[in-house]
Nanobody, 124 residues
Framework: QVQLVESGGGLVEAGGSLRLSCAAS????????MGWFRQAPGKEREFVAA????????YYEDSVKGRFSISRDIDKNTVYLQMNSLKPEDTAVYYC?????????????????WGQGTQVTVSS
């Protein structure tokens, strides 16, 4: 069983930055990928970014390309989401996720483990 614990959310002004962290505990993560999703009030949860765990390939939702950067530290069993140039529309609860098998990283139904979520609020 993999447990995911997020940290790093908070309140920031538009144009500011935050870095989210997600540590996988229980045992060294040996799955295919880890990712971040977010859910804004009244909206469905959506894909934000993912990283292939072994190869390091990254994937981004169009609205965050060039502003967000996902990375992983294999030794620390941790994935990060660096968020720059934040906008009010980035306000959401951000969830860390992990998937065991390869294939698409875009769909939440393909992920096996989820964190509890961390709130990110961007003020205008």
């Amino acid at each position: 069983q993999v447990q995911l614990v997020e940290s790093g959310g908070g309140l920031v002004e538009a144009g500011g930055s935050l870095r989210l962290s997600c540590a996988a505990s229980g045992r060294p993560f040996s799955g295919a990928a880890m990712g971040w999703f977010r859910q804004a009030p009244g909206k469905e949860r959506e894909f934000v970014a993912a990283v292939n765990w072994s190869g390091g390939n990254t994937y981004y939702e169009d609205s965050v390309k060039g502003r967000f950067s996902i990375s992983r530290d294999i030794d620390k069993n941790t994935v990060y989401l660096q968020m720059n140039s934040l906008k009010p529309e980035d306000t959401a609860v951000y969830y860390c996720s992990a998937k065991q098998r390869g294939g698409s990283v875009w769909f939440e139904d393909l992920y096996d483990y989820w964190g509890q979520g961390t709130q990110v609020t961007v003020s205008s």
